[in-house]
């Protein structure tokens, strides 16, 4: 299921974050994201370039 569209919380579970933080990555424009209608959706690809993107922690 390559093409499946993750939402939310089912990102903010696999990256270990709360939802207020991928909330607040939307925001800031750090990681991609689809609108499905009214509903926010993320690519597998949106996520691993986000991941390999990320700044590491200070």
Known sequence: ???AMLNVKEISK???VSIPT???WI???KIRYRKVGRFIRFTREDI???IITK???K
Do not use: A, I, W, Y
Request: net charge neutral.
């Open 1 to 3: 299921m390559q093409n």
């Open 14 to 16: 696999e990256l270990g």
């Open 22 to 24: 991928v909330r607040s």
């Open 27 to 29: 925001k800031n424009g």
């Open 48 to 50: 691993n370039d986000f």
């Open 55 to 57: 700044e590491p922690k």
